[in-house]
């Protein structure tokens, strides 16, 4: 049962005839004035006959005539006004401590006439005191009540009778004037018990009960007062007291004091003091509230809708304190404390959603605690604080790493057994947990850090790569330092997998939509850098393997190998060595390694054939030769089958290459030379599209100017470094042989220049690459992307044979100009990258 509920005790009437009539009955009013005795001594009786001779002089037919109205207006306007001017004499001589115990002497039925209109107000002021201290709130507020009611009745009267009469007025108000601060004295006790009322109404409900019940009297009496105003005019001192209001106002102030108290710790104590901060108001915060609902509310009247005014106050201090908190000078992860609890946790079953809250809060109806321009604003600082953060973290995580690069031990391996750096692991480590933070404030901020971390990660890995070179440079420099270069660089290989893959995975937990253009644009730039610091590093590795083989590669196709050079045998076990190292790169990037060093081997292989170390003399020998290159293709081919084992492939195309030339050396009809050449050229047509050796500076010195050394190249000037040049006006064609003619004029000399007729030119050509010296040359010397054939190194393979004379290899070479070969779709080139000994300037102008 609601305690407000239960009986409570009537109040008393408000009237003239029931504050003066019962305590004056018509027989006491009658008693004769010798009845009346005397106490207190000499004093005491003065006071006595002076009130006793005024009272019947005042009111021959007796007080109850006069209070009753039953005398004329005038009559009672002058017998109360002379009745308490009298009293006023007596105060000022006696003082308020005497004058009662003289009403007091007064014996039988006459005191009580006394006593109405000057009540001991000293002695009921101390009777409620010791009642407000001993905790009896009801009855100390009803002797509260009788004092009001005395004085408010007198003064009332007195103010219809004589309104403007000021004096008198102030005559009652000043007997009474220790009634006004009994009240102040009451309430504050009553204040006390509402600030404690969330533990009272835990230990004593009553009491609290007691408190609102005196609230609610008080409430009514306003009510009356403020009602009989409209009919008199006339207001009490003191009213109306609005204890409601004041009521709610120390709640209110009660609730804003308990969440500011909850601070416990500062950030110098506790770099965690926001968080427990915010813990301590969540957990008092939903007590106070279970508490209200369940308790409370029975001990007030339904119409003060208790909780729901708590609610509001509990929602507006938290606001107030929010908006202190956001104000203050936060870090990014105390932003992201704030952010999350304020968007959050306050709506969620851990506060205002709680299941012992519902139904009367409902977290959709809630008003936000900070207002969406200080989110915004908080959101800004901490993607600028966190931007800043990301970057100091990749830079350190990258330094760490380094120091590793140097260490004398070999770097860890994965589950699988592949080398790897903790710097992957770091990174996406602290990705995840700023993610997952900005997840709990919202999907939208989720998304920002997460292309801010992209980004960041394209920047970073620019970074990387340049320090990975520099790490193999460093090492070819002193080739014996690092001590486990090799094992760091691969690690460093494998670093590039795991980035990729986790970047992948990144995307696909946090990324709701895979169209985000800023992710997929960052998606598509790391996974370029990434496979080019991985082309870097496994190049690097390579670089390492082929300077161990150069001393090697160099004995192929030389009179030592031709004898009996056991070169190859070398070259196999140096690679497989080498690879049992590259066996814990990761199989993408050790697919593509074997496959680069299948290739580059092949045409190490080519390049000694091409480079003429030797020329046969004989049959036998080219039979010998050709046979032996067929071994060796074949040693070749069964290396890089196991090693490319388990990867799916068929790679004995380029060593196919190798028994290919072997059989044009092997020939023995040199009649059928022609198409032995032309079954090569279709099966790799590039055969006749190679460079010359004589490249860049030992060629022709060429300025921007267009001047070469000793000699300027006409037409030079059309084509500037770097950039792709239309070809100038064509030169003169040789009218027979379709060469153009080219114009060398050395410095300083006299006469007209000799003229160099050379194959026509390109009609673009590239000065990125050393082999393009001009618009000139640009024929002659090359380009990469030159489509003109010069069958340099066909002649280069039949002048090896020795047995092919000037004429048959310009027969040979006329003829296959006239079908040109067609790639097959499958065909890769090889024979581009293979250099032919040309000639030089030099020989070029004799």
């Known amino acids: 049962m609601c305690l407000w509920d239960q009986k409570q005790q009537p109040m008393p009437r408000i009237g003239r005839q029931h504050l003066f009539c019962q305590l004056w009955p018509h027989s006491c009013l009658r008693a004769a004035p010798e009845t009346c005795g005397r106490r207190g001594g000499d004093g005491d009786g003065r006071v006595v006959a002076v009130l006793r001779a005024e009272i019947y002089h005042s009111y021959p037919q007796g007080p109850v005539q006069a209070f009753s109205g039953s005398c004329t207006p005038s009559v009672d306007s002058r017998a109360r006004t002379r009745l308490l001017r009298c009293y006023g004499r007596l105060r000022s001589r006696w003082g308020d401590g005497f004058l009662p115990s003289a009403l007091h002497g007064l014996s039988g039925g006459f005191s009580q006439c006394c006593l109405v209109p000057l009540p001991p107000v000293p002695e009921i002021v101390r009777e409620t005191q010791d009642l407000i201290e001993q905790g009896a709130l009801l009855q100390a507020h009803r002797k509260l009540m009788d004092l009001e009611c005395s004085r408010d009745g007198l003064m009332c009267e007195q103010y219809r009778m004589d309104s403007g009469n000021t004096r008198d007025m102030t005559l009652i108000h000043s007997y009474f004037g220790s009634t006004q601060g009994l009240s102040d004295e009451l309430a504050k006790q009553l204040w006390m018990v509402l600030q404690r009322s969330l533990v009272t109404v835990r230990r004593d409900p009553t009491l609290l009960v007691s408190v609102v019940r005196i609230i609610e009297r008080e409430e009514k009496i306003d009510r009356r007062i403020l009602d009989r105003k409209k009919q008199t005019g006339f207001v009490p001192p003191g009213r109306p007291k609005s204890w409601k209001e004041k009521m709610f106002a120390v709640l209110d102030r009660t609730v804003t004091t308990r969440i500011e108290g909850t601070q416990a710790d500062t950030r110098e104590s506790d770099r965690m003091w926001l968080v427990r901060h915010l813990e301590i108001i969540r957990k008092y915060v939903l007590d106070d509230l279970i508490v209200a609902k369940n308790l409370m509310a029975q001990c007030f009247p339904p119409h003060y809708d208790i909780f729901r005014n708590l609610l509001h106050m509990y929602h507006q201090a938290l606001s107030t304190r929010m908006q202190e908190l956001a104000s203050e000078d936060l870090e990014a992860n105390e932003i992201v404390s704030l952010l999350t609890w304020v968007l959050n946790t306050y709506t969620s079953t851990e506060m205002m959603g709680n299941a012992e809250l519902a139904p009367e809060v409902d977290v959709g109806l809630l008003e936000p605690l900070l207002s969406p321009s200080v989110v915004s604003e908080l959101l800004d600082t901490y993607m600028s604080t966190l931007t800043s953060n990301i970057i100091g973290w990749l830079r350190k995580a990258l330094e760490t790493d380094k120091k590793d690069w140097v260490k004398e031990t070999e770097p860890e391996a994965d589950q699988d057994g592949y080398y790897q750096t903790t710097l992957p692991a770091i990174v996406f480590q602290m990705f995840e947990q700023n993610l997952q933070v900005a997840a709990q404030i919202s999907e939208d901020l989720k998304t920002k850090v997460l292309v801010l971390c992209l980004q960041q990660m394209n920047s970073f890995l620019s970074r990387y790569k340049e320090e990975a070179q520099l790490y193999k440079e460093e090492h070819l420099r002193n080739r014996q330092q690092p001590h486990c270069y090799v094992q760091y660089m691969v690690a460093i290989i494998n670093n590039c997998q795991t980035f990729k893959e986790s970047i992948v995975s990144l995307k696909r937990k946090y990324l709701k939509h895979e169209a985000e253009e800023g992710a997929a644009l960052s998606q598509l730039s790391m996974d370029g850098v990434l496979d080019a610091i991985a082309k870097d590093g496994c190049s690097g590795l390579l670089e390492e393997v082929f300077l161990d083989l150069e001393q090697h590669l160099n004995e192929l196709m030389t009179k030592k190998w031709l004898l009996g050079s056991n070169a190859v045998d070398i070259i196999c076990v140096t690679v497989e060595?080498?690879?049992?190292?590259?066996?814990?790169?990761?199989?993408?990037?050790?697919?593509?390694?074997?496959?680069?060093?299948?290739?580059?081997?092949?045409?190490?292989?080519?390049?000694?054939?091409?480079?003429?170390?030797?020329?046969?003399?004989?049959?036998?020998?080219?039979?010998?030769?050709?046979?032996?290159?067929?071994?060796?293709?074949?040693?070749?081919?069964?290396?890089?089958?196991?090693?490319?084992?388990?990867?799916?492939?068929?790679?004995?195309?380029?060593?196919?290459?190798?028994?290919?030339?072997?059989?044009?050396?092997?020939?023995?009809?040199?009649?059928?030379?022609?198409?032995?050449?032309?079954?090569?050229?279709?099966?790799?047509?590039?055969?006749?599209?190679?460079?010359?050796?004589?490249?860049?500076?030992?060629?022709?010195?060429?300025?921007?100017?267009?001047?070469?050394?000793?000699?300027?190249?006409?037409?030079?000037?059309?084509?500037?470094?770097?950039?792709?040049?239309?070809?100038?006006?064509?030169?003169?064609?040789?009218?027979?042989?379709?060469?153009?003619?080219?114009?060398?004029?050395?410095?300083?000399?006299?006469?007209?220049?000799?003229?160099?007729?050379?194959?026509?030119?390109?009609?673009?050509?590239?000065l990125q690459d050393p082999c393009c010296l001009g618009w000139g040359l640009s024929g002659c010397l090359g380009a990469p992307d030159t489509p003109l054939p010069r069958d340099d190194h066909i002649g280069a393979l039949l002048a090896m044979r020795g047995d092919a004379t000037r004429d048959m290899r310009q027969t040979i070479i006329e003829t296959l100009e006239q079908g040109p070969a067609q790639a097959s779709p499958d065909h890769v080139p090889i024979f581009r990258d293979i250099v032919v000994p040309s000639l030089n300037v030099a020989k070029l102008l004799k």
């Open 577 to 766: 060595d080498y690879f049992n190292d590259f066996a814990k790169i990761k199989k993408p990037y050790k697919k593509r390694m074997t496959a680069e060093a299948h290739r580059r081997v092949v045409v190490e292989y080519l390049r000694a054939v091409m480079q003429k170390r030797i020329s046969f003399r004989s049959a036998e020998e080219r039979k010998e030769g050709a046979e032996r290159m067929v071994r060796e293709a074949e040693q070749l081919r069964f290396l890089f089958r196991k090693l490319a084992s388990g990867f799916g492939e068929d790679m004995d195309g380029y060593c196919d290459t190798i028994v290919a030339v072997a059989e044009v050396i092997k020939l023995t009809d040199p009649s059928l030379l022609y198409l032995e050449v032309s079954t090569l050229v279709s099966k790799y047509p590039d055969i006749r599209y190679g460079r010359w050796e004589e490249r860049g500076s030992q060629a022709l010195d060429v300025s921007p100017a267009g001047q070469c050394g000793g000699a300027s190249v006409q037409g030079a000037s059309w084509a500037s470094e770097g950039l792709w040049a239309p070809a100038p006006p064509q030169p003169p064609v040789h009218p027979r042989a379709g060469l153009v003619l080219l114009e060398v004029e050395h410095r300083g000399s006299q006469g007209s220049a000799p003229q160099v007729w050379l194959p026509p030119p390109t009609p673009f050509v590239s």
